[in-house]
């Protein structure tokens, strides 16, 4: 009997939780991705044709795809400057074509996963045109996803609450495979731009919890200026928390492998980000999820997770290695 495993997120992180999960023929794929992008091509696209962003989604069928290889180069290629497809990528333009034809942007993505052999779903968390907002420590609030993506205000600043705007009612085929979802991972990727907009859509905080799945939050390996300055595991916990409930966490997956002083001192100098660390072990104690350190990290020029090692450990979830 195949295991259906739903993912929450969207970003470099979730891709490789896919991109290594896929490999598993028992398992039943989703993933539920955040609509609120707002940047480059996927912005312009969202303004000048009226469908929902295209970018993270574009990403998640590459993940699924079967052959990765020149499909992910396909979808990802991007227009050179000079011309009027300056920006733009394939992929985007793939999918806002399908959905002209079709008519429907959900028709749009199931074509494109059919032509290139997608190996689960694809679902928006929702179908509203949404954008996302923040209030920052000092009551500034900040709309827009590449905004806050990409700092225009002060990003020292730490942000208080998220928002969306323009409804953001749960996709009913987002609802239905958290339901059905014998496990459910939430992250990694950045935590106010690709994680909590799903969490912000009205009724996923109630899909979750009726859920009979075990819930795995993948904790990012470094922080990220403007959005988890300073954070460490509890911080990222306790925001996903706030907006699925306290209690709904079972595990909480942490790199434990040390990473490269080069390539720390090097995100530090260009990016101000850090990696993230439990320095204090006693916060755990009573927690309602467990902690699982493992190394998870791929470090050749860039830190991020491995997919091979993700998939590994949530195998061993799966198999019942980890309880």
Not at 294 to 322: M, S, T
């Amino acid at each position: 009997m195949k295991v259906n495993i739903t993912t929450i997120g969207w970003g470099t992180g979730t891709f490789n939780v896919l991109y290594g999960l896929k490999e598993n023929k028992n398992y039943n794929l989703a993933a539920v991705v955040s609509v609120s992008d707002s940047g480059w091509s996927t912005g312009e696209i969202r303004d000048q044709f009226g469908i929902l962003p295209p970018g993270d989604i574009r990403r998640a069928i590459v993940a699924l795809s079967e052959d990765t290889g020149i499909v992910r180069r396909l979808f990802e290629y991007r227009f050179k400057a000079g011309n009027r497809m300056s920006g733009h990528t394939i992929g985007n333009l793939l999918l806002t074509a399908l959905t002209d034809i079709t008519g429907d942007f959900e028709k749009g993505i199931h074509e494109l996963s059919e032509m290139f052999d997608v190996r689960g779903k694809v679902i928006p968390v929702t179908l509203d045109d949404t954008q996302l907002g923040i209030t920052l420590e000092n009551g500034e609030q900040v709309i827009g996803e590449t905004n806050i993506d990409i700092p225009k205000h002060d990003g020292n600043l730490a942000i208080k609450d998220a928002f969306l705007i323009g409804g953001g009612k749960l996709n009913p085929r987002a609802k239905e495979a958290l339901r059905n979802s014998d496990y459910i991972i939430i992250g990694p990727g950045d935590l106010y731009t690709s994680i909590v907009p799903n969490l912000l859509s009205e009724g996923i905080k109630e899909a979750i919890h009726y859920s009979n799945a075990k819930i795995i939050y993948v904790c990012n390996i470094m922080t990220k200026h403007g959005e988890t300055n300073n954070f460490e595991v509890e911080d990222f916990v306790d925001v996903i928390e706030k907006y699925i409930g306290e209690g709904e966490i079972d595990y909480v997956l942490v790199n434990s492998a040390p990473i490269r002083p080069d390539l720390v001192e090097k995100y530090a100098a260009e990016e101000n980000k850090k990696p993230v660390q439990i320095t204090d072990f006693t916060k755990f104690r009573g927690s309602s999820y467990k902690v699982i350190r493992h190394d998870l990290v791929n470090e050749n020029d860039y830190i991020r997770h491995d997919p091979k090692k993700l998939a590994g450990v949530i195998a061993d979830f799966v198999g019942g290695w980890i309880k």
